[in-house]
DNA sequence: CTAATGTTGGACCGCGCAGTCCAAAGCGCA
DNA sequence: TGCGCTTTGGACTGCGCGGTCCAACATTAG
């Protein structure tokens, strides 16, 4: 069964968003996974490299599940949808007790600089990441002001939610990720024209925007 | 001489702060430090988490030296001084060629969870540096709204900062980094009365604001 | 010159892990 | 029941690395 392939997948995936590739052994996983006898692991996977990669697509296909779906909901409005986007994230973080960080973050700081193999499909990841984002952008154009750069918005989204998830890890405080993403919120909200704001940022804290 | 435990550890903390902790071996490090011999290593260090714990605190210190001490200028004015800071970041990263990223993050990420030594020392790191950015925001603070969460904001900024590095990291651009830095000023501008901006923005992006 | 007291280099040990291999246990099939 | 074929478990190998140890060398003192 294909089955099994996932089986270990996802175990991997959670060892190694928390303990990192390095520090997650095949045994480990494999013991993770239920399953006994490591000659099992090299059945489906052929090293331990072709794993981590397809830990990262496997990790992408669940955020992009759980989290970038609300960036496509087409019945919401655009500025709502980002609010609710960041709250995915922040309650994402908030099921896992604020450990792990993001899955993408841990394993790009880990690996970027080692292997090339990883820095480049992990720079995808953020590619497609920031792709969502800027269509997002696109969509809420009439209600943003004319000279807002979609780009470096969305790679600002991007730094500061991975800055957010790592402080939260090393606090081990959702406080952290939460109170970050209030700001971060209202620093999206200062580039819409007035009143096209939404829910995304209480009328107390538009106070100091206007 | 105590020279050759700074030799040491600088070496490692370069070496650490490219490829990580856990994949950088001593005899990397000795090899680096231009001394031969692994005993001399452990003449000057009991072990290699030793090692790590004072390669963290060297890192810090140097970061004092060349961009914390910027937010301590008596001479210029608060704001600005907010500005140059985060300029001096986007320096080092640049001088680096884009590599490394933030030592901390670096091994935030990959020891966050796996070790309790290194969780905590490193946030004490992240507290130190907060603490800097609050003493200064509470400087600057006749030129703020009278609104503003120094903790929360002091955050904000660390967590967009040590996004934008790591971003920067992965896509090997030095760009990244430079246009969330023009971005994270305008969010601070946002939060400072009309007219005390002062050089923290150019008067083109403030037009989003007001 | 010699003895005592550091230095220095590197051989060596033990362990943990990636990756291989084979033997035994299922399992269809007649 | 007996025979091939696949699945499964785990023993084994090689290697890299943290950490120890000791032998050779330098240095100073008498």
Avoid at 182 to 190: E, G, N, S, W, Y
């Amino acid at each position: 069964m294909g089955n099994r392939r996932l089986q270990i997948l996802d175990a991997a995936a959670e060892l190694i968003s928390e303990r990192g590739f390095t520090q997650t052994s095949i045994e480990d996983v494999i013991k993770h996974s239920k399953l006994s006898g490591k000659s099992h692991f090299y059945h489906y996977f052929k090293s331990k490299e072709e794993l981590g990669f397809e830990v990262l697509n496997r990790q992408f296909e669940r955020f992009a599940e759980r989290g970038l779906a609300i960036l496509r909901e087409p019945m919401i409005d655009p500025m709502e949808r980002m609010g609710l986007f960041i709250d995915a994230i922040v309650t994402l973080q908030a099921e896992r007790g604020g450990r792990g960080g993001s899955p993408f973050g841990t394993l790009a700081a880990e690996m970027a600089d080692v292997h090339e193999g990883f820095r480049l499909r992990i720079e995808t990841v953020f590619e497609r990441w920031a792709s969502q984002l800027r269509s997002l952008l696109w969509e809420a154009r009439p209600q943003l002001h004319d000279d807002v750069d979609a780009v470096r918005l969305s790679r600002f989204i991007i730094a500061t939610l991975e800055g957010a998830l790592l402080m939260t890890r090393v606090k081990r405080d959702v406080g952290v990720v939460e109170g970050i993403a209030v700001d971060l919120k209202r620093f999206i909200a200062m580039h819409a024209k007035d009143g096209a704001v939404g829910t995304l940022v209480p009328a107390r804290a538009l106070a100091n925007v206007a």
